[in-house]
């Protein structure tokens, strides 16, 4: 016999804000459960963790448990109380029968782990710091359930590491939220797929997870064409002049309403979001040169003479422990900062687009609506085409409604949409991108690394989500802290097969090695990856000439046409700019091309 589940929802239902976010669901969480939860967001995957804490009530339906059965849920936006210390912020998460001495012990040891100090008071904390807190408060009492959303939002790569090893040894089962795919297949083994109102369950990993929705989504599609063909035969009899007076053919017309009910109520597959990237005119193959670049705050070193070379189409990771200066770098390379030394050459004609960390830039009273039309109206300029702000908000998946609500009211991953479709819509030739991925569900997720990937113009991400980083950019920026800054080819993956010191430290605040001069070995080293980057370079040179002399050739093509200058000489005088733009892009990139391969000639390379 099976043993009776530590919590338990059946036949539940839930309605927020005039919307049904499931009905019939039951669900039972199980001793030693691991299970990651994914849905499209606003889904109800963050109300149903909140039932299963038992912080929002159901329309209908039970929810049960064993009794003495501990429940501890970490939010998606962690509140504390400033006027207590971090230590007292985390015993609140003990049950009220806990041994204070033995309780207080513990607070102190995860927070000491965690990089906190526990008698410091809960205010100017950082997003991370407060993540922190929040995660010492779920864990101190040793629950028997651990409800987390989105746990890795904030933290740096150390944090992650620590609370994967933390959960691993823990006997809690849990329910996890995350948009990080690689922390779902450390701490989970099975997947909830919360679905238009519907929970699947697939006893494997989420690593399996879009193979499985697809098959799903696939044997639905099946079932709806059966149940169509159905529908059109019986139609066909009923077209036929049957009558209705037979004690038989009442059975088969009620069979037909039966159907077409169905049919009405059958689950069609959610829309996909559609993510498009706007590719500003102009710019050369130069985006960015920084030459030993250094830079201090607040009495601490952050960059120590950085040099790197950025050409268009580069797609670059930057990576580190919280407070180690990544924006710091990203402020500098972009021309937003000056360095202490060194130099920073931007490109010319550099159109840039920027996703901020803290979603800062959104008025909270504000809407979707006013947001992306500022001057009223019911347009959105969209790389200078006009379209009505509610056809192109639903590209992101939202609805009409969603348009007049305010900022507030959307979840995490919703804002992180709005930003998207606000910056989105801007030409641009360079992304510059500061953790784009907190609060996005796996499908927007998918579609952002596909844009990205495709994305022509030039990228600089800041993340901490290891397969994303994996998945995207074609080098890495490593700050390992004190100002040490080491350029790596490929992602975190390949990083860390390279020697990058990625996640050592819990945070950057740890005693910084003593520097001194670099002795001959280590000027060989660095020697070595410079040469190894302009190798890198001269290899993607051809391709990138191969693109510039395809574009070529297409202006040419449109000029050609004798009446584009009569009909529309406006158009025509842009074509003849964004061709003079091309050629001498593609002069500098040949011109390099000839350099680099002088130098591998000559055995340099």
Not at 86 to 100: K, Q
Not at 140 to 164: F, R, S, Y
Not at 423 to 442: C, G, I, K, M, Q
Request: net charge negative; with cysteine.
């Amino acid at each position: 016999m099976a043993p009776a589940p530590l919590l338990s929802l059946r036949d539940a239902v839930l309605t927020l804000g005039g919307k049904r976010l499931f009905e019939g669901l039951d669900l039972d969480i199980q001793a030693g459960d691991t299970i990651g939860l994914v849905g499209r967001n606003g889904s109800g995957k963050s109300s149903l963790l909140k039932i299963l804490a038992g912080l929002i009530e159901l329309d209908s339906g039970t929810r049960s448990g064993q009794q003495q059965c501990l429940v501890r849920y970490l939010e998606q936006e962690p509140v504390l109380d400033p006027t207590r210390t971090l230590a007292e912020n985390v015993t609140g998460g003990l049950a009220a029968d806990a041994d204070h001495d033995t309780s207080e012990y513990r607070a102190a040891s995860l927070l000491e782990a965690l990089s906190l100090v526990p008698d410091r008071m809960a205010v100017g904390l950082s997003g991370g710091e407060r993540r922190r807190v929040a995660i010492a408060r779920a864990l101190v009492a040793d629950p028997d359930i651990l409800l987390l959303d989105e746990p890795t939002n904030h933290l740096d790569l150390p944090a992650i590491g620590w609370l994967e090893a933390t959960l691993r040894g823990s006997r809690a089962a849990r329910v996890v939220i995350s948009h990080d795919r690689a922390f779902l297949a450390a701490v989970t083994a099975k997947t909830w797929w919360l679905d238009r109102g519907r929970l699947f369950v697939n006893n494997a990993s989420t690593a399996s997870f879009e193979e499985w929705r697809d098959s799903l989504l696939a044997e639905e599609e099946k079932t709806l064409s059966r149940l169509e063909k159905h529908l059109e035969a019986e139609t066909h009899w009923l077209h036929r002049g049957v009558t209705a007076r037979r004690k038989r053919n009442q059975g088969r017309l009620r069979k037909l309403a039966d159907l077409r009910s169905q049919r009405a109520n059958f689950l069609r597959p959610e829309g996909r979001a559609k993510l498009e990237t706007h590719l500003a005119s102009g710019g050369g193959s130069l985006v960015i040169e920084a030459d030993e670049i250094s830079k201090s705050r607040g009495g601490k070193l952050l960059v120590d003479g950085f040099s790197t070379r950025v050409i268009k189409g580069d797609r670059v990771g930057i990576i580190g422990a919280n407070g180690v200066g990544k924006t710091t770098l990203l402020d500098l390379l972009t021309g937003k900062l000056q360095p202490d030394s060194g130099t920073v050459r931007l490109g010319t004609g550099l159109e840039i687009a920027r996703f901020e960390q803290d979603r800062g830039s959104l008025d909270p009273r504000a809407t979707p609506w006013s947001t992306l039309c500022p001057e009223g109206g019911d347009q959105v300029d969209v790389a200078g085409r006009k379209r009505h702000v509610v056809g192109y908000l639903r590209d992101f998946l939202f609805d009409e409604a969603q348009a007049r609500q305010p900022i507030e009211a959307l979840s995490g991953g919703e804002r992180n949409r709005l930003l998207l479709a606000r910056n989105l819509a801007r030409p641009s030739n360079l992304l510059v991108l500061d953790e784009p991925t907190n609060d996005l569900d796996l499908e927007t997720l998918d579609l952002l690394e596909d844009l990205l990937a495709d994305y022509p113009g030039t990228l600089l991400l800041v993340s901490h989500d290891r397969d994303f980083l994996d998945r995207v950019v074609t080098s890495t920026i490593v700050m390992e802290g004190g100002g040490r800054i080491v350029e790596t080819a490929g992602g975190y993956s390949d990083a860390v097969r390279q020697g990058a010191r990625v996640g050592l430290a819990m945070t950057a605040d740890r005693p910084a090695e003593p520097t001194g001069k670099p002795g001959k070995g280590a000027a060989s080293r660095a020697q070595g990856k410079a040469v190894a980057k302009l190798a890198r370079e001269l290899d993607r040179l051809p391709e990138k000439i191969e693109a510039v002399t395809a574009e070529i050739g297409r202006i040419e093509d449109r000029l050609a046409d004798p009446q584009l200058h009569v009909r529309d000489p406006s158009a025509a005088a842009k074509l003849v700019a964004d061709l003079a733009a091309r050629q001498a892009s593609l002069a500098e990139l040949e011109e390099r091309w000839l350099e680099l391969e002088s130098m591998r000639e000559a055995g340099d390379l």
